[in-house]
């Protein structure tokens, strides 16, 4: 029996914003598993960071079928608070997960064929206790399968009531247009990574969603940590750059990302705010972006997120200043 009772006020602390043209509302800060939820990871470092997520009022949490590491274990980790706490709240809950990279062995355990993604949906509903989740996702557009084969399975997953929606991440604008056409029914929200470092979706993408009506994820919306304090006085020894397992290498903090986020730092300084909540405010400036969904390892980090949302609006100076730093 759990002793977790959630903080009444836990609505009244962050604000949800529309999923594009759907009836899903989705908190501004979304909290994400990629890392720091793995098998190798404190389990209870994790429970506390979810509760006191949801505590706040970020009832959205991100997984992939391969987030951990181990492979699975992030979902294993959810499945576990879900037991322990949070089970009671699963209709307050939005839970997505995802299928697209490499998860078993031989040719059927990687990228997008239907086999892939209804065998990936149903190992991941079984890794969490659930029956269902509220997002499924094709994780990245796989070149080799017809998009329509992996939009039916997406399509298949939620007719089956596996999944309530469906949803797609790291489709270029070209790749949207056509999996949108292929999926033949409401595609919900769009993962990306964006940043102020990642501007790519910048070129298109958001137009195209905001014309089809289908939300918008921030992925990294804080480069991973490199827009935050986290560098500012070199790499600290339990720092995803330091870890060496990920995505974040050492040799990409650099003397000169070092200078524009120093720069970016000062200014958020000026604005009252901490470098990683202006970096979250950025983000969340653009109308195609429903939530920014970050990464945590503790849960000041997630504290701070939420704090941002005091303070989301920029004066065009500020913008301009932006823009100067980050071309400098
Ligand atoms: P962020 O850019 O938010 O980076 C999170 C990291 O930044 C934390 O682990 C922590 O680093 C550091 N950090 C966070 N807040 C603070 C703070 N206030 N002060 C100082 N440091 C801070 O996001 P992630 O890269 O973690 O990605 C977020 C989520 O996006 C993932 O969990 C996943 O759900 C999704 N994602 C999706 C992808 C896709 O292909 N669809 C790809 C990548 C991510 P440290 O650990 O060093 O403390």
Known sequence: MSEYLAHNGRYEQIEYRRCGRS????????????QNFG??????????????????GITHFDLGNNYGPPPGSAEET???????????????LIISTKAGYDMWPGPHG?????????????????????????????????????VEETMSALKHAVHS????YAGISNYNVEQSRAAIAALRAPCLIHQMRYSMFQRTPESGL??????????????????????????????????????????????????????????LDALAHERGQTLAQMALAWVLRQSAITSALI????????????????HTQFEDRELARIEQILTQ
């Open 78 to 92: 959810l499945g576990r608070a879900l037991k322990l706490d949070l089970a009671p709240y699963r209709d307050e």
């Open 110 to 146: 990687n990228w997008g064929s239907r086999k892939y993604l209804l065998a990936s949906l149903d190992q991941s509903l079984k890794r969490m206790g659930l029956e269902y989740v509220d997002i499924f996702y094709s994780h990245r557009p796989d070149p080799a399968t017809p």
């Open 206 to 263: 958001f137009e195209l969603l905001a014309g089809e009506g289908i939300g918008g994820i921030a992925f990294t919306p804080l480069a991973q940590g490199l827009l935050t304090d986290r560098y500012l006085n070199g790499i600290p020894p339990e720092s995803r750059a330091a870890k060496g397992r990920t995505s974040l290498q050492a040799s990409q903090i650099t003397e000169s990302r070092i200078a524009q986020i120093r720069a």
């Open 39 to 56: 098998g190798v990871d404190g389990f209870e470092n994790g429970r506390a960071m979810l509760r006191r997520a949801f505590d706040l």
């Open 23 to 34: 009836g899903l509302l989705l908190p501004a800060i979304s909290l994400g598993l990629w």
């Open 295 to 310: 990464g945590a390892s503790r849960v000041q980090h997630i504290e701070q997120g939420v704090a941002a949302l005091a």
């Open 161 to 164: 009531g596996k999944a309530l």
